[in-house]
């Protein structure tokens, strides 16, 4: 079993920047292909962006120039880095662990972009 453990979510205003963290609970990203996806009220899940254990990256089109992922597998942890911030990235954003059928999610944390 897997935990992910989000962090850094919160309260910006438009046009702010926040850094999300997510920490594994071991040693997986070395193997797993980890991502980041939001939730939206009223809306369905989507994915903002993923990570292989190689380094590659793949971004959601409307989001791939604002935000950026990167991983430190030394440390076990995840970051997206959230710039230009709009009222319409208000979600819930989520850490995903992922490979071949096997996914792993964390709880979540908050991102309201609002003046």
């Known amino acids: 079993q897997v935990q992910l453990v989000e962090s850094g979510g919160g309260l910006v205003q438009p046009g702010g920047s926040l850094r999300l963290s997510c920490a594994a609970s071991?040693?997986?990203?070395?193997?797993?292909?980890m991502g980041w996806y939001r939730q939206a009220p009223g809306k369905q899940r989507e994915l903002v962006a993923e990570i292989t254990p190689g380094g590659l990256t793949d971004y959601s089109d409307s989001m791939k120039d604002r935000f950026t992922i990167a991983r430190d597998n030394a440390n076990n942890t995840m970051y997206l880095q959230l710039n230009s911030l709009k009222p319409e990235d208000t979600a819930v954003y989520y850490c995903t662990a992922r490979m071949s059928t096997t996914w792993y999610w964390g709880q979540g944390t908050q991102v309201t972009v609002s003046s």
């Open positions: 071991r040693s997986i990203f070395g193997i797993y292909t």
